[in-house]
């Protein structure tokens, strides 16, 4: 029998994707070097038009032709291996698709490596976990558009569904665009993390909830605008027992946070491009600083801060973080949509953010309602600029921004750190700015570099520099 498809990587996330391409009728052969995942992948695929191969030959004999392999394993010299292992073995017009979170340059330089040979090549994002890999995944596939026939049926067949039933699957653009956009997706899942513990530290601190009042209180936004896939599984978190101590399973979990470098990736490349998403970054450093545990406690015994009282308008002051969240996740947004404007403006991937929006409505981690708003705004202009500039988005703002400025002074107030509260509002109120005290900024760079500076009253693009009196000789 020859299979439909090929999966290399039987890690749980490969294990799941074979099985969802099976349900959907597509046969898969699987393979993996470790024989103690072999064995347990036959056993879950046992009874369904699903082979686990023993050896790398028999793999490649069970495919038909053209052979569509995806390749399921950690990102970097992994994918360069498997790649460099099964060239030999293929022919033109042959695909490999890479399904991990690749950087996005590696994809850029595999796909025009093996166009030289004649070899298709798709980097993919593949957003939803476990769970999405098994019953229906966001993917985000770019690369060689030649492959992307090949294998549409199959990706938009498994990939999660909409309530309209919209696949979200979609072709993204050319080389490693499929990648970039899924790494800008994991930037937005940081800060989109990072601000729901922001609002579980002010909740705790500020008004002295329990993690089941929290529980409740983040059920209740899930409701509304706020609601989330991430707003949905923390009040599960919260209201959690932990079994052994009888404690809030939150309370037993040490505050050190892990990460897999997504998000460094987005905030190195809008440094790059010249894009502020500052709440991007701070997400990152965050979980940077979280790491620091041992100086962390350390500085608690040395380090002072102000003391207040718990809060008693609990109402008021919840409904300001409940605002506080909803406009900083909105400048996450619009950072994360900037900064593919940039890339797409510096790869030519022809982008289309409205289909990216949808790409996010299911199956992904940062799936939430008010990515419809996103598509509506785009559908409405697709050359808009920028989200808060869209009439949807800028009322939103409007009507939230009292309680979210509350909440960042309060914290500040209380030495309660909100880094992704304060650096979307610092954003929000720079874009917003008409002047910046940059023309300071420009006449320091010249007066101790020469680095010239524009005028105000003089074409833009025309630089001048000023022969400053008192400078110091160095």
């Known amino acids: 029998m020859k299979y439909n498809i090929g999966i290399i990587g039987l890690g749980v996330m490969g294990q ?3 099985l969802n391409m099976e349900r959907n009728a597509f046969s898969v052969a699987a393979y993996d070097l470790d024989e103690e995942k072999q064995i347990e992948a036959r056993e879950k695929f046992a009874g369904k038009k699903m082979h686990v191969a023993a050896t790398l030959e028999d793999f490649l004999n069970s495919l038909e032709s053209p052979k569509k392999i995806m390749m399921m394993v950690p990102a970097g010299k992994a994918v360069d291996a498997i790649i460099e292992q099964l060239k030999p073995s293929l022919s033109k017009g042959d695909l490999l698709i890479d399904g991990g979170n690749t950087h996005f340059p590696d994809t850029e330089r595999r796909w025009k490596e093996l166009q030289t040979e004649g070899i298709l090549y798709i980097g993919t994002g593949v957003s939803g976990g476990e769970e999405g890999a098994l019953w229906g995944p966001s993917i985000m596939p770019g690369g060689d558009p030649d492959a992307w026939p090949m294998v549409k049926p199959v990706f938009q067949a498994i990939a999660a569904k909409t309530d309209d039933g919209s696949p979200c699957c979609e072709w993204v653009g050319e080389g490693g665009a499929g990648h970039f956009v899924k790494m800008v997706h994991n930037g937005i899942e940081y800060g989109d993390m990072q601000m729901i513990c922001e609002a579980y530290l002010l909740m705790e601190r500020v008004l002295g909830l329990t993690p089941q009042e929290m529980s409740d209180v ?6 509304g605008e706020l609601n989330s896939y991430l707003i949905e599984i923390t009040a599960n978190i919260l209201s959690k027992t932990d079994s052994q ?13 892990g990460q897999k ?7 190195i490349a809008a440094l790059d491009l010249g894009i502020p998403a500052q709440t991007i970054a701070e997400a990152v450093f965050a979980r940077t600083l979280s790491a620091l545990k041992d100086e962390r406690v350390a500085a608690s015994k040395i380090l002072t801060g102000p003391q207040q009282p718990i809060i008693d308008d609990k109402e008021q002051f919840l409904e300001d973080i409940r605002q506080a969240l909803y406009a900083s996740k909105i400048c996450s947004y619009a950072q994360g949509f ?21 790409l996010w409505r299911a199956g992904c981690i940062i799936r939430a309602r008010f990515l419809d708003n996103i598509k509506a705004a785009f559908d409405k202009n697709p050359r808009l600029p920028n989200l808060l500039l ?4 800028k009322t939103a703002v409007d009507r939230t921004q009292t309680g979210w400025r509350r909440v960042v002074a309060e914290a500040a107030k209380r030495g309660i750190p909100v880094p992704a509260f304060a650096s979307a509002l610092a954003y929000y109120d720079g874009y917003r700015s008409e002047r910046l005290p940059a023309n300071l900024l420009q006449a320091q760079r010249d007066y101790f570099g020469a680095h010239t500076y524009e005028r105000v009253d003089a074409p833009r ?5 000023t022969q400053w009196t008192g400078q110091e000789k160095d």
């Open 16 to 18: 799941n994707l074979a």
């Open 461 to 465: 693009g025309k630089f001048f520099h």
């Open 338 to 358: 900037q900064l593919m404007r940039a890339a797409d403006a510096e790869y030519g991937w022809q982008l289309q953010y409205g289909n990216i929006a949808l």
């Open 390 to 393: 869209d009439d949807y988005f």
């Open 218 to 223: 983040f059920r209740q936004w899930n409701e």
């Open 261 to 267: 470098g997504t998000g460094k990736w987005t905030s």
């Open 245 to 257: 101590t009888g404690k809030a399973m939150v309370d037993v979990i040490l505050d050190t946070a």
